[in-house]
Nanobody, 121 residues
Framework: QVQLVQSGGGLVQAGGSLRLSCAAS????????MGWYRQAPGKERESVAV????????TYTDSVKGRFTISRDGAKNTIYLQMNSLKPEDTAIYYC??????????????WGQGTQVTVSS
């Protein structure tokens, strides 16, 4: 089984910055992609930024382009989300996601525990 442990998040004023991290651990697994999703109160979970693990290409939802950056440390199976110029509408619970394959469980699709990001106006 693959575990995802998130850190970061918190409360920040509009215009500020936060950094999220997510580390994947387990035995004998390969990641296809990892990414960040968020869910605001009363709204559906949406994709924020996703990175293809082999090529390193990434996609962003339009509302965060130019403000958020997803990056990775391949050796640590860790991804980061640098969030700059934060807006109140970025307030949500942010979830890390990993999709891949492991010898023990086959194809997997795991979620981190979630972390609250609150941006005050």
């Amino acid at each position: 089984q693959v575990q995802l442990v998130q850190s970061g998040g918190g409360l920040v004023q509009a215009g500020g910055s936060l950094r999220l991290s997510c580390a994947a651990s387990g035995r004998r697994f390969n990641v296809y992609n990892m990414g960040w999703y968020r869910q605001a109160p009363g709204k559906e979970r949406e994709s924020v930024a996703v990175m293809n693990w082999s090529g390193g290409s990434s996609t962003y939802t339009d509302s965060v382009k130019g403000r958020f950056t997803i990056s990775r440390d391949g050796a640590k199976n860790t991804i980061y989300l640098q969030m700059n110029s934060l807006k109140p509408e970025d307030t949500a619970i942010y979830y890390c996601n990993a999709r891949g394959f492991s010898l023990s469980s086959g194809n997997f699709d795991y979620w981190g525990q979630g972390t609250q990001v609150t941006v005050s106006s």
